[in-house]
C-alpha cells in the first residue's frame, strides 16, 4: 500500500484567503484523487487529478474554487480559494491502489477552520 | 445512480459486546463493497473488502460478507474493544472500479 503525506495538518485561515494543500505519496500512482469532509459528515469527492492535464471535477465543484495541480505521478495539491466559514472541513487526499485500483489509500488529512 | 446507506449512530457498546453495523447498497453491474474505518484524527484506512457475491472481507476480527439478494454488506465482530472506537464507513466502487461512493458513516463508542 502507499505511504502519503499532506501538508498541512491543520490550519485556521481568515475569510476571503486561499490555501494550497499539498499531497506526496511513496511511489508513483495513476490515479489520486481530492474529498472533502465536513464535519460529522461523510466523504464528497471533489475531483480527480490527471498528470499531464486539466482535473475532473465533480458536480457542484469548479475549478476557479478549488484550483488542482498534478506535476508528476507523486504528488498534487489543491488550492481553496477566497474561503469562506463554509469551506471549514477535512480535506483528504488518496490514491487508487496499484494492484487493486478499486482500492483507495488515504492521507491524513488536512483540517481547515476558516474564520 | 449507485448510493451507500448505512445505520445511524452513534453506536454505543461495552466492551466484549456483539457489533453490527448495517450497510445496503444500490448499484448497477457488481461493484466491490468496502468498509473503511477512521480513528480519530487520523485519515481513513481500509478495514476489509469483497469483490463479488457471497465473498466474505475479515480482517482484525471484522467481518462482512457481500449479500446480492439484499444488496447488503454489514459489518460484524463478536467482541469489541476499546480500541475499536472510531467512525465506520461503507462504501462501493464506481465507475469501473476509480470511483468511490461512501456511506455517511457510523461512529462507534466502545466503554471499558
Known amino acids: 500500500s502507499a505511504v502519503i503525506s499532506q501538508k498541512p495538518s491543520r490550519d485556521i485561515c481568515q475569510r476571503g484567503t486561499s490555501l494550497t494543500i499539498q499531497c506526496q505519496v511513496d511511489?508513483?500512482?495513476?490515479?489520486m484523487f481530492w474529498y472533502r469532509q465536513q464535519p460529522g459528515q461523510s466523504l464528497t469527492l471533489i475531483a480527480t487529478a490527471n498528470q499531464g492535464s486539466e482535473a475532473t471535477y465533480e458536480s457542484g465543484f469548479v475549478i476557479d474554487k478549488f484550483p488542482i495541480s498534478r506535476p508528476n505521478l507523486t504528488f498534487s495539491t489543491l488550492t481553496v480559494s477566497n474561503m469562506s466559514p463554509e469551506d471549514s472541513s477535512i480535506y483528504l487526499c488518496?490514491?487508487?491502489?496499484?494492484?487493486?485500483?478499486?482500492?483507495?489509500?488515504f492521507g491524513p488529512g488536512t483540517r481547515l477552520t476558516v474564520l | 445512480g449507485n448510493s451507500v446507506t448505512q445505520m445511524e449512530g452513534p453506536v454505543t457498546l461495552s466492551e466484549e459486546a456483539f457489533l453490527t453495523i448495517n450497510c445496503t447498497y444500490t448499484a448497477t453491474g457488481y461493484p466491490s463493497l468496502f468498509w473503511y474505518v477512521q480513528y480519530p484524527g487520523e485519515g481513513l484506512q481500509l478495514l476489509l473488502k469483497?469483490?463479488?457475491?457471497?465473498d466474505k472481507g475479515s480482517n482484525k476480527g471484522f467481518e462482512a460478507t457481500y449479500r446480492k439478494e439484499t444488496t447488503s454488506f454489514h459489518l460484524e465482530k463478536g467482541s469489541v474493544q476499546v480500541s475499536d472506537s472510531a467512525v465506520y464507513f461503507c462504501?462501493?466502487?464506481?465507475?469501473?472500479?476509480?470511483?468511490?461512493?461512501f456511506g455517511a458513516g457510523t461512529r462507534l463508542f466502545v466503554k471499558a
Open positions: 511511489s508513483q500512482v495513476t490515479m
Open positions: 469483497a469483490t463479488k457475491a457471497d
Open positions: 462504501a462501493l466502487s464506481d465507475d469501473g472500479g476509480f470511483k468511490t461512493i
Open positions: 488518496s490514491v487508487a491502489g496499484s494492484g487493486s485500483t478499486d482500492t483507495q489509500y
